[in-house]
């Protein structure tokens, strides 16, 4: 059972220890990883002062997460952005966490910038600053000039850090395959999905040409806007290692005392910073996803500058739609409207009571008209959706709580710079915008030719797939195939209990067989020992060896 789990043995075994320490002993007695954990270590933790326990089950669950190091930390708090699949109490343990890494040694990032670009630095950069700008898990970032004098950064992918992360990576699925009965009862319906989106983004992450191309796609975008600019990226010094961009002066969009040396109004680079913002979600579909004030700077002369495009999300079209529709249908109080456009912008929409849905909409609809414009806040409106998202188990793209993230990031740096901001007022103009987008002659002239050429492929295709159909019923070669889903756990168990039933019949066999073979009678030929036959003693013996396998089951199913 655990020939895939060699190579990682020793880890896992530690992740089973440090749920142990931290309380979590259902997770591991009730899932194969207690296979791993000796009886002595269980008791003597059993044993242990539980000071642990004066802590929430959440936050046991976040000093877990930072124990067992950056890979971890990183999943965290990429799940810190689901609050489909996690609850509100968790989400609020994760955003706390830190992956603050020391940098590392200066000559080796120099190492890897001369293997990458094949030639000495001193070929590349006429000055190369030793002390770094900011240090994170992934990499850390020097400031340097290039020997046509332009000033640029460089970002230098760590040493072995794509090594760690296939293999912390790896032990993720592992973990994941182990315990997923246990996380499937505790309501994260499909753990394994969530690895695997996590590894996409992960391998995105640490390919730095990924994020140049994301910074060249926005550069295009805006490349006629006069107050929002993006870094160039320099492509033919950059590699999946490295990456250099133009260096950016300015000061965090938050330094209000800043803003006003230089004469700009902090209102107005507020309003500027929203109006970006909203147009990267609601016109062209790709945004941002990390606008915290560190990754949000201001010129001199007023331009806001984006740096550290490692996250960015995406919508498409119809999600777009949506999307929008929702806050619409919220400003208009059609309860019946945003659900619709929640179905519409739910990967599945399977919703089982639709009546329900729509009552909780309305309650939410009410508790927000009852408030006066200046007391709204968008962090109580996204709490608010992303509660009856997990309520009602509704699997939306991860970009749409990337975005209510980060409106919620807006907003916090609007109040600091701007008295009366707010979000909602920003919003309600791109929503008549959108629908006017969404019902223009361009649009619905689109959206009937993709759904013609759909019916047109349906209609070719369709005949040869009923002459197949046919030809197969006409052979006798028509298969239906059923799944049976949740039965899994029952089948074991009457597994288990034909196999014991088995074994106990053959256990009785062999007993009255021992028995009856005192009765025999055999020839001079047959030896004794203690006046029994030899026989007798051999079908003893095993029938013993079955007892002690009868035995030894039914221990394995009490550990369990």
């Known amino acids: 059972m655990f020939k895939n789990t060699i190579s990682n043995l020793a880890r896992i075994r530690q992740v089973a220890e440090v749920l142990l320490r931290y309380g979590f002993e259902d997770v591991v007695t009730t899932t194969p990883l207690r296979r791993l954990i000796s009886q002595a270590r269980r008791l003597s933790w059993q044993r242990a002062d539980r000071q642990v326990f004066e802590t929430t089950r959440w936050e046991r669950v976040r000093l877990i997460i930072e124990e067992l190091g950056p890979t971890f930390i990183k999943l965290a708090q990429a799940m810190s952005n689901r609050a489909d699949l996690l609850p509100e109490a968790l989400i609020e343990e994760f955003e706390k966490l830190q992956s603050n890494v020391p940098p590392f040694d200066t000559v080796v990032a120099r190492q890897i910038i001369e293997e990458e670009l094949g030639r000495p630095i001193s070929e590349v950069f006429s000055e190369f600053d030793d002390v770094t700008l900011g240090s994170a898990s992934i990499g850390q970032v020097h400031r340097a000039r290039l020997l046509t004098g332009e000033e640029v950064v460089v970002k230098v992918q760590r040493p072995g850090v794509r090594e760690k992360v296939r293999s912390d990576l790896a032990l993720l699925h592992e973990l994941v395959r182990l315990t997923a009965g246990f996380l499937q009862k505790q309501g994260l319906a499909n753990p394994q999905d969530i690895v695997d989106a996590f590894e996409r983004s992960m391998s995105k992450e640490l390919d730095y040409t990924a994020e140049a191309r994301s910074m060249e796609q926005f550069r295009k975008l805006y490349e006629d806007y006069t107050t929002f600019s993006v870094p160039k990226p320099y492509r033919e010094l950059s590699t999946e290692r490295i990456l250099v961009i133009e260096f950016v002066s300015g000061c965090k969009i938050t330094d209000k005392v800043q803003l006003q040396e230089w004469g700009l109004s902090p209102a107005t680079v507020a309003e500027n910073g929203m109006d970006i913002y909203l147009t990267q979600i609601f016109e062209f579909g790709i945004f941002h996803a990390d606008p915290h004030p560190g990754n949000v700077l201001v010129r001199p002369d007023g331009t806001i500058v984006l740096i550290d495009f490692g996250m960015v999300g995406r919508l498409?079209?119809?999600?777009?739609?949506?999307?929008a529709g929702v806050f619409i249908g919220m400003a208009r109080q059609d309860a019946r409207?945003?659900?619709?456009?929640?179905?519409?912008?739910?990967?599945?929409?399977?919703?089982?009571d639709m009546r329900a849905f729509e009552s909780d909409l309305s309650q939410l609809i009410e508790d927000f008209a009852m408030l006066d414009v200046k007391e709204m806040s968008m962090s109580d409106l996204a709490d608010a959706l992303q509660g009856i998202i997990y309520t009602y188990k509704l699997q939306v793209p991860g970009a749409v709580f990337l975005i209510l993230r980060a409106l919620v990031i807006l907003e916090g740096i609007g109040k600091v710079l701007h008295p009366n901001f707010n979000t909602f007022e920003f919003v309600r103009p791109y929503g008549a915008?959108?629908?006017?987008?969404?019902?223009?002659?361009?649009?619905?002239?689109?959206e009937a030719e993709y759904t013609g050429t759909q019916l047109l492929a349906l209609l070719q295709t369709l005949p040869a797939d009923v002459r197949q159909i046919v030809r197969k019923i006409s052979k006798g070669e028509l298969r239906l195939?059923?799944?049976?889903v949740g039965y899994t756990t029952?089948?074991?168990?009457?597994?288990?209990?034909v196999s014991r039933t088995i074994l106990a019949l053959l256990c009785v066999g062999g007993l009255l067989f021992s028995g009856l073979s005192l009765l025999g009678r055999y020839?001079?030929?047959?030896?004794?020992?203690?006046?029994?036959?030899?026989?007798?003693?051999w079908s003893l013996g095993a029938t013993g060896f079955l007892l002690l396998v009868l035995l030894l089951l039914g221990t394995r199913r009490d550990e369990k």
């Not at 498409?316 to 999307?323: E, G, I, L, R, V």
């Not at 409207?337 to 089982?352: D, H, V």
């Not at 029952?490 to 209990?497: E, T, V």
Request: proline content about 6%; hydrophobic content about 40%.
């Open 433 to 446: 915008k959108i629908i006017k987008e969404q019902y223009s002659r361009e649009n619905l002239l689109t």
């Open 523 to 537: 020839s001079p030929d047959m030896p004794y020992h203690r006046g029994v036959p030899e026989i007798t003693w």
């Open 316 to 323: 498409t079209k119809q999600q777009k739609y949506a999307f």
């Open 490 to 497: 029952l089948l074991r168990k009457a597994d288990q209990l």
């Open 481 to 484: 195939k059923f799944e049976l």
């Open 337 to 352: 409207s945003m659900a619709l456009n929640f179905r519409r912008l739910a990967l599945t929409a399977e919703i089982p």
